[in-house]
C-alpha cells in the first residue's frame, strides 16, 4: 500500500525453496481422495502423498449491505487487494475516503492514506462497537487513542453501523448509517473480519469446529494423515481453554512450524492462543495480548487490573515519550491473563511480549511485584518505576482492600 515493498519481497521466492530440496508445484488443487491419498490439480495430474498439509487461509468477510458490489469498494486482506487498492487510487484520485470496520487493519491503513503526501482527504471510519480496535483496547485504553486520530484529522464515528452503500452510474458516491445520517465517499475499503477457507476440507469429510478445521495439539485433524494449520482451523485460547478463530500471523507461523516437528518426528503441542498483535497509526503504536478487562468479564473472570502512566526514557533525558500500560489478572488465581500497551514510540510497546511471556508463565500479582527488567535511562524508565512492576503492586493493593 506504501510502496515501501514489492509484492515479490512479501512471499517466500520459489528458488528459495527449491534450493532447500523442495519441490514447488504452482496450481490448484481440485480435490483430495484421502482414503487413496490422491490430489489432483487443475490441469489434471494427480499426486500422491503420505501426508498432507492444509494452509487454505480465510477469505474477507462481505456483509450483506446494498450496495457493496459499487465500484470503489474495496477490501483489506490479501496482496490482490492491495494492488487493487493502489490501482484504483492511481486512477480516481478520491479524495472522500470511509472505512467500515476499526480494526487494526483500517486504522493502519487509515493512518498511511492520511499522511501519505498526496494532497489532503477526508477520511471517515464507521465502527458499531463503542471504541477504536475493539478486540484489542478496553474503554479506558481506547479512549486516548480515539481523541490521537482525532487530532491527526481522521473522522471516528462509533456505535455506528452502515445500512446502504450509496452509488451512481455504478460509481460508489457515499453510505447511509443506520442513525440516518448519510456521508460522502468516493471510495470505501471494508474490513469486517474473515472466514475460514474450509471447502475443501469439508469435501474430504474433515471433522469441523465453529471456527474451522477441528486439528489437535499437534495441526492433526480428524485423519491423521492429514494436517492443518493458520486461519482455515480453529484454536484453543490458552487462558479460557475454549475453542476461537484467532486468525494472526503469530499463530499461522508457530502452527505451520509445528506440523513440520510433528513430521519430522518431534511431539510438540501448540500452547493455545493469546491473540498478541500490534498496530501503528502515525506515531503511535497499540500492542495487545491476552484478555482485555471486558472479555475477561465476559468469560466468567473477576479481574483486578491497573493501568500505568510510564515514559520511554528517564525523566532527565530530553525527548521522553509517555506511554501507558493496563494488566488484567484473574483475581482468583491472581495470574496475569491479559496486557494493552499505548505508546507515542515504538520500543515500549514491545514489553507487551513481556507480558505474553508472563501469561504462559502463569505469573502471579505477587511475582511481577518483584521484576526487574534491564534499565538504561536511554531506553528505559527509572527502575523504581518500571511500569509492569508498578502494574502489580497496584494490583496487590487492590486486593488488600477487596
Not at 484489542?136 to 473522522?155: I, N
Amino acid at each position: 500500500m506504501a510502496g515501501l515493498a514489492t509484492p515479490k519481497s512479501i512471499v517466500v521466492p520459489d528458488k528459495m525453496l527449491e534450493d532447500t530440496g523442495l519441490h514447488v508445484i504452482v496450481d490448484e488443487v481440485t480435490k483430495v481422495d484421502a482414503a487413496k491419498k490422491r490430489v489432483q490439480l487443475s490441469d489434471g495430474r494427480e499426486l500422491g502423498y503420505d501426508k498432507l498439509f492444509l494452509g487454505m487461509g480465510a477469505s474477507s468477510f462481505t456483509p450483506p449491505i446494498e450496495g457493496i458490489e459499487l465500484n470503489g469498494v474495496l477490501f483489506l486482506r490479501g496482496l490482490s487487494d492491495a494492488e487493487k487498492i493502489r490501482a484504483y487510487m492511481a486512477k480516481k484520485n478520491p479524495r472522500n475516503l470511509l472505512f467500515v470496520g476499526a480494526g487494526f487493519i483500517s486504522l493502519e491503513i487509515a493512518s498511511l492514506l492520511a499522511s501519505d503526501g498526496h494532497g489532503s482527504k477526508n477520511i471517515t471510519i464507521v465502527e458499531m462497537m463503542d471504541r477504536p480496535l475493539p478486540l484489542m483496547l478496553d474503554e479506558d485504553m481506547a479512549a486516548p487513542v480515539a481523541d490521537y486520530l482525532e487530532q491527526k484529522g481522521l473522522t471516528l464515528l462509533t456505535g455506528e453501523t452502515v445500512k446502504k452503500i450509496l452509488g451512481s452510474n455504478g460509481e460508489v458516491t457515499g453510505v447511509e448509517l443506520a442513525s440516518g445520517k448519510t456521508i460522502d465517499a468516493d471510495m470505501i475499503f471494508i474490513n469486517v473480519g474473515v472466514r475460514p477457507n474450509t471447502e475443501m476440507a469439508e469435501a474430504i469429510g474433515l471433522e469441523m469446529g465453529t471456527f474451522g478445521i477441528k486439528v489437535n495439539p499437534y495441526q492433526e485433524t480428524s485423519d491423521p494423515d492429514i494436517l492443518a494449520g493458520g486461519d482455515c482451523v480453529e484454536k484453543i485460547n490458552f487462558i479460557t481453554g475454549k475453542p476461537e478463530g484467532a486468525r494472526l500471523r503469530g499463530p499461522a507461523v508457530m502452527q505451520g512450524r509445528l506440523a513440520a516437528k510433528r513430521l519430522a518426528g518431534y511431539d510438540i503441542q501448540f500452547p493455545g492462543v493469546l491473540n498478541a498483535g500490534g498496530c501503528q497509526m502515525f506515531d503511535l503504536v497499540v500492542t495487545a495480548t491476552g484478555l482485555t478487562e471486558a472479555d475477561a468479564k465476559r468469560h466468567g473472570f473477576e479481574t483486578v487490573c491497573a493501568v500505568v502512566d510510564s515514559r520511554s526514557k528517564h525523566a532527565m533525558i530530553p525527548d521522553m515519550q509517555p506511554w501507558k500500560i493496563k494488566l488484567v489478572f484473574d483475581k482468583k488465581t491472581q495470574q496475569l491473563i491479559g496486557g494493552q500497551i499505548v505508546s507515542h514510540t515504538i520500543g515500549p510497546s514491545r514489553e507487551i511480549d513481556a507480558v505474553s511471556a508472563f501469561i504462559l508463565g502463569r505469573t502471579t500479582i505477587g511475582d511481577l511485584t518483584t521484576f526487574t527488567s534491564a534499565c538504561n535511562p536511554d531506553i528505559s524508565s527509572e527502575p523504581s518505576a518500571e511500569p509492569i512492576t508498578i502494574a502489580a503492586e497496584q494490583a496487590l493493593q487492590k486486593l488488600k482492600r477487596a
